[in-house]
Structures are given as C-alpha cells and as structure tokens.
C-alpha cells in the first residue's frame, strides 16, 4: 500500500497500473472504484465509509464536517420524509421531500467521500428506488382503470378503512414520486461524480471501465467515426471517399479499416 | 389551508388596500430583491466558474425566500431543494472535473453592446409594469378567477380531502401530467446514463 502511495507521485498512467497491481486485495473489493480516478487522484483507499483519505481531492477527513454531518444528517432525512408523508395537509410532497432526501445523501457524500457512499450505496438501491417508483405510480394509476375507470382515479382504489383518494394521492407521493426523484438525483449525482467514460479525453483522463470491454467497445466505436468524419468530408471528391478517408488517417490501424469496410 | 390561504388574503389586503405596487414594498422584501438582483448580476459577470456557481446557489436561496414571502411555500421547497441545494452540487461536482484558472480580476468586463440590449429589454418590461394587478391584490384575475382558482380551492376538499390545494392539482386533478413529469425525470436519469457511456449507476 505504502509502495503504490509513493508511486503515485510520478503521475503517469503506468504507475497506475502498477499501483492498482500491487494493492491486489483492495483492489478486489474495490476495484470499480479505482480506474475511473485521474491520475493525481488515484491513490488507494481502504472500504470504510469514514476512512478516506486521499490527496487532491476536496474530500478531507475533517473534525468540523464529518460529525456535523452525522449529527444533521438524521434530522435532514426525517425532515424528507416529513415533506414526503405530510404533504397532503402542509406545503411539499414528493418531489421537494425526495429532492431532499438526495440532498441528504449528497452530503454524506461530501463529508466521507463519494466513491465510498457509492459502494455503501449500492447501484441496486438507486435503480430500485427509480424504477420502483415509476412503475408503483404506473400501478397505482392502472388500478382503477383494472376495475373498469379512468386512470388515477383515486376513489375506486381497493383501499380499506382509509379514505382512497386521499391515501392514493399519499401513495402517488411517498412510492411513486419521491423514490423516482430521489433516485434520479443520487444516480446524477454519482455519474456525474465518476465522469464521462472515453479513451483519454473525457473527464476521466483514463479507461474508466472495470473489465476493459467497455474500452474495447469505445475504442471500435470511435476508430469507426474516425474515417466516417473523413469520409464526410471528402464525400464532396465524388467517388474516392473510401480511399481518401483512409489515407487521410495515417494513425487507422487494420481492424479500423475493416471495420469501418464492414459498416459500408 | 383554504382557511390559512384567506387569512392571508386578508391580511395583505387589511395592510395595503389597493395601493400602488411601490407602497407595498416592506422592508424585507425590498432588501430580498435587491439581493436576488445583486447576486444575479454577480452570477452573470464572475469571472471565476467557481464563484458564479456560489453566488448562484445564493441567488436560488434569495429566490426561495422570496417566495415564502410571497405565501409560495410549495414552490420554494422546491425552490431550496433543487436550485439551491442539488443544482449547486451537481454544478461543484462538475467543477471538480475541471482545472481551474487564477484569474487576476473578479468581474468580466462588461459588454457595452450586450448591457445596452439587455437595457432595452429591461426598459420594455417596465412598461408593462403599470398593467399588473398589485402583489396580494384580491382583484388580480390570477386570484379572482372564479372558474379556476376559486373552483379549486373550493373543490378540493370537498373532492380529494386533503388540505394542500397544490398538491390536490398536482396528484389529483392533474394527475396523468404529473405522470408524465415523473417519467420525464425517470428518462432524465437513463439519459444521463446513455450520454455519459455508463450502465450503472453508482
């Protein structure tokens, strides 16, 4: 571990790779986590959420922030839940109430690293919460028009003892349309945290990927829209666009050139 | 809430009867816009990304308090939560991503061209100034109406038994448009996705 911090001093994609070699059982448990890094920022990290200390990064473990985070946190989520629930009967709802709960979780982010938060906030959760959501307030809506009404009619909902409309308009709010923006949010704010993922002129500076097929997928794409943008070009010549395109690209290996055959 | 809404109503009205929209302007308010205009035009001609972020997210929380005191709570949680708090966050995380310049001065120089249109506009839209019903006017038709507003806030608890009028719309009466917009915000997320080249999202 040691070695690879100190190694991460020469910034060069080379010592990534070794750096990500040499912390081998870090890398196992952590490994979406690593590439996706620019260079300056790659250094390793252990897997608790409260333990990240990494150089470069506005992430810092701090004794101002992170406890006042924990003590906030609890009452920003209620408080959430409160805008969601209570929505009916005082301002809010589902979207102000979910927007908060991201929000809650945005600062989480903050005070003990996003990379962590995203592996103690598994990708599971986030897609669950948005497609749940969708698909609950699709449900809810499709109810009625099962026992022969109109769509979201609240009043023919199967709903005992309770008032439908009411609660229906509560369920609408608390499993339909805060989970949907919740979820969306964090899931922006992850990708947005993890960059765009290109061969080296991203944000990422780096291959993003963890297996490296979405790199070689990348690479054929691009290598792909390389002639194609020259042939466009040269389409103007008349008849030797092929043959101009590739000759324009003296960097087209091979398998670009069959490809890109193969596309025409 | 139609109680609390008519209470207001009425409040305002007993305060400032009819008068000219200046004669309204209280304290509070006058050194709330003045802060939304101040941090706005901040926000326009920072030159460091960073601090035109900033002061945005001031401007949003500026905004927001503007519309609690304009008797919009609905519309500034919403207002704090996502300008203010989220749109800010996602702003910084994107800045983040980036290398940031050291700029010798704070404030662009401003376009002579640029100003001078945007004086005109302004000009104009003061002009029309004279045509809009007083804040908290009873009179203003977006109130008096008496085949949308008061319809609602008539019906709506006798209809869907709730008190916030607001979400009454949203989730009742136009329920299948609020559908639309969560799925709107659901294709917002897959098309984050598919833009940035991911398949997961965390």
């Not at chain 1, 390793?44 to 990064?57: A, I, M």
């Not at chain 1, 406890?67 to 009916?88: N, R």
């Amino acid at each position: 571990m040691t070695d690879a911090a100190d190694d991460t001093d020469m910034t060069d994609t080379a010592t990534d790779s070794e750096a990500d070699a040499s912390t081998g059982e870090g890398a196992a448990e952590r490994d979406d986590a690593e590439p996706d890094l620019p260079p300056h920022r790659a250094v390793p990290r252990s897997g608790r959420l409260d333990s990240e200390e990494r150089q470069g990064t506005p992430y810092t473990e701090s004794q101002v922030i992170m406890p006042t985070v924990k003590v906030v946190a609890p009452f920003a989520f209620t408080y959430g839940l409160f805008i969601t629930f209570h929505g009916s009967g005082s301002p809010g709802g589902g979207f102000q109430g979910g927007a908060i709960m991201a929000a809650v979780v945005f600062m989480i982010a903050f005070a003990f690293g996003i990379e962590s938060t995203r592996d103690w906030l598994a990708n599971t959760v986030v897609v669950a919460l948005a497609v749940g959501g969708a698909l609950a307030f699709a449900g809810i809506g499709l109810v009625p028009v099962a026992l022969g009404g109109a769509f979201l009619q609240y009043d023919l909902l199967p709903i005992p003892v309770l008032d439908p409309v009411k609660y229906g308009m509560e369920a609408v709010e608390v499993v339909g349309i805060a989970p949907i923006v919740s979820g969306v949010l964090m899931g922006l704010f992850f990708l947005l945290a993890r960059g765009f993922n290109s061969d080296g002129d991203g944000f990422g500076n780096g291959s993003l990927d963890e297996d490296g097929s979405i790199d070689e997928q990348q690479r054929d794409e691009e290598s792909i829209d390389v002639p194609d943008a020259t042939d466009d070009a040269a389409v103007a010549d008349g008849g030797h666009a092929d043959d101009a395109g590739r000759a324009g690209d003296g960097a087209v290996d091979t398998e670009t050139a069959s490809s890109g055959g193969d596309r025409r | 809430m139609t109680g609390a809404l008519a209470l207001a109503v009425g409040s305002v009205a007993s305060t400032a009867p009819a008068s000219p929209v200046v004669a309204q302007v209280t304290a509070i308010e006058a050194s709330l816009l003045a802060f939304v205009v101040l941090t706005a035009l901040a926000t326009a001609l920072a030159r460091d990304v960073l601090a035109a972020v900033i002061v945005f997210g001031a401007y949003s929380l500026g905004m927001a308090a503007l519309y609690t005191f304009y008797r919009a709570p609905d519309v500034a949680l919403t207002e704090a939560a996502i300008s203010a708090g989220v749109t800010t966050v996602l702003l910084l995380l994107t800045l983040a991503k980036t290398t940031r310049i050291d700029h010798d001065v704070a404030f662009e120089s401003v376009n002579l061209p640029a100003a001078g249109a945007a004086g005109f506009l302004f000009a104009g839209l003061l002009l029309t100034m004279g045509d809009i019903p007083a804040i908290g006017s009873p009179d203003a038709p977006i109130w008096s109406n008496p085949d949308v507003t008061q319809w609602y806030l008539t019906e709506t608890y006798a209809q869907t038994h709730v008190e916030n009028t607001v979400m009454a719309v949203l989730a009742a009466f136009r329920g299948f448009d609020t559908f639309g917009e969560a799925v709107v915000v659901f294709a917002g997320g897959v098309a984050a996705l598919i833009v940035l080249h991911r398949e997961v999202f965390a």
